[in-house]
């Protein structure tokens, strides 16, 4: 019996191994916690890549894409995600109080926390995708949810389903942690694309 190495199947199976080791590799890389954004950066750039046209090998081209944007996606994450956790803490703090203005205020850090959540992962996929300026990327991250609402809203659902998903069965999160992560990249690569196309 002989086995065609181009036969769909065996594409297909090589493709997912692919995306489970780049899911493990992605863990990972992220252990140090400082390290998150170098490593979402380059999970986006290799799965942007593979995305067009299924270019470029998502496990091998990794470690280069995290070596080459660790120094600007770090500085990127730490202005983005420093004030979305403070935010995010703000919002619990509020909402353990009874009052209208303490909800209130809980409702607007909570909307803020998410809104630099989106900067935050626009500003991962610029890095991997542009070799812009430090001041002009984090401009660009800052801008493109309020300008690409529809998108925008994709990009977060992504990955706020697996957590809710996760949080209500708990046995997915063996998914997640085999595969989870990279093809959500993969399946937001395509409107991360999108926007850059439009914005072009």
């Known amino acids: 019996m002989k086995i065609d190495p181009e036969s769909r ?4 199976m090589s493709s997912f191994l692919a995306f489970v ?3 493990v590799i992605y863990l990972a890389a992220c252990l140090p916690v400082v390290t998150i954004p170098a490593a979402t950066s380059a999970l986006y750039e290799v799965t942007m890549r593979y995305s067009d046209d ?4 998502p496990v091998k081209d990794f470690f280069p894409a995290f070596g080459r944007n660790a120094g600007r996606a770090t500085l990127l994450g730490l202005c983005l995600a420093v004030p979305m956790l403070l935010l995010g803490a703000s919002a619990v703090f509020w909402a353990a ?6 909800a ?10 998410v809104y630099l959540f989106a900067a935050f992962l626009f500003a991962m996929a610029l890095t991997a995708a542009y070799t812009t300026a430090f001041r002009q990327a984090l401009k660009n991250a800052l801008l493109l949810p309020a300008a690409e609402p529809v998108r925008t809203f994709g990009i977060l659902l992504i990955p ?3 957590v809710c998903i996760t949080i209500v069965l708990p046995m997915f999160g063996v998914i997640l942690a085999t595969i989870g992560f990279s093809i959500a990249a993969y399946a937001t690569a395509f ?3 999108s926007v850059f196309a439009r914005r072009s």
Not at 9 to 12: E, K, M, N, P, V
Not at 54 to 57: A, P, R, Y
Not at 104 to 113: D, P, Q
């Open 54 to 57: 299924e270019s470029g090998h």
């Open 160 to 162: 706020v389903a697996l």
């Open 97 to 102: 109080h009874p009052s209208v203005l303490a």
């Open 21 to 23: 080791a780049l899911n």
């Open 191 to 193: 409107l991360f694309r």
């Open 9 to 12: 199947a065996l594409q297909g």
């Open 104 to 113: 209130a205020a809980a409702v607007i850090a909570t909307i803020a926390a």
